[in-house]
């Protein structure tokens, strides 16, 4: 933890450092920290393109120990060259007022932009982090009428927390949008308003476009009669309950998240227009 905050909130003023061995330090350790997050976490891209950034910090000097480069290959016109490089820290100083000033209100914005050029801006990929894992599970059965006896069969993700068995993933730096998705549904329902019931739409129709979105189908021979969705709180196996159960996850039922759902059913104009969608492109999931 010590070292995430040092990394996130000193390190950078390293990369203004003019000693070259400052700049080795920072950049090593923004290139450490990030490895540290694509081995812990799928986040896309950004740990790759944060690498890509830090490697800036090396010189050609020291880059020439490890790769083909002539480090008195390219010698730049020194007045040309400073001249350029202190126009464009003055600019992008100034630039930076407004957003400075920004993260330091109580009230930020984040992922917005200050200036027209677009070039000084506050990004970051999650406002706060969560510390309880929720997940959606989409249940489908072939029953025709829904009793308590009646078979629920769970959909499998590619990538997202479901079976209770299966490690976690490693599917960066790979971006599967579908189980993106399903992740921030179950922070806020309301995100999932515009797609679930598109979504559940398709699957009650074994629609081969959103299949292959998703992982194993259960209903391979005829899609389900009906189709539910429930939310758990999943939790990491403590290393005793690992070698007992064989389980990476443990899991608690918090409640129904979508009603059972049949094409069949007699549904609201609301959800008509929802599921209207259906015939919408896949793509948009």
């Not at 000033?101 to 406002?127: C, D, I, K, W």
């Not at 989409?138 to 025709?144: Q, R, V, Y």
């Amino acid at each position: 933890m010590l070292f995430n905050h040092f990394t996130e909130l000193v390190v950078p003023f390293g990369y203004l450092v003019p000693v070259r061995q400052g700049l080795y330090v920072a950049g090593a350790c923004t290139i450490a920290f990030q490895a540290m997050l694509i081995l812990s976490g799928n986040l896309s891209w950004l740990n790759y393109l944060t690498i890509v950034l830090a490697i800036s910090c090396f010189d050609d000097r020291l880059l020439s120990r490890f790769l083909p480069i002539d480090p008195g290959g390219l010698q730049p016109l020194a007045m040309p060259h400073g001249t350029a490089v202190i126009a464009l820290a003055i600019a992008v100083g100034f630039l930076s007022i407004y957003p400075v000033r920004n993260m330091l209100s109580p009230g930020q914005a984040m992922n917005a932009s200050f200036e027209p050029f677009h070039l000084v801006n506050t990004y970051g990929a999650f406002g706060s982090v969560s510390r309880e894992r929720d997940e959606v599970i989409l249940e489908g059965t072939t029953d025709e009428t829904i009793t308590p006896r009646s078979v629920w069969k769970e959909y499998v993700f590619k990538g997202k927390p479901g079976d209770l068995k299966r490690c976690p993933p490693v599917v960066a730096p790979y971006h599967m949008r579908l189980d993106w998705l399903m992740w921030f549904a179950a922070l806020d329902p309301a995100y999932a308003d515009p797609w679930m019931l598109p979504l559940v739409g398709r699957l009650l129709q074994n629609d081969p476009a959103v299949l292959g979105l998703m992982g194993r189908n259960p209903f391979s021979d005829r899609p389900p009669r009906f189709i539910r969705a429930r939310l758990y709180r999943y939790a990491f196996t403590s290393s005793a309950e690992k070698r007992a159960t064989g389980a990476y996850w443990k899991r608690t039922l918090l409640g129904e998240y979508l009603r059972p759902i049949s094409l069949d059913m007699p549904i609201s104009l609301e959800m008509l227009i929802l599921l209207g969608r259906v015939l919408g492109d896949a793509t948009s999931l």
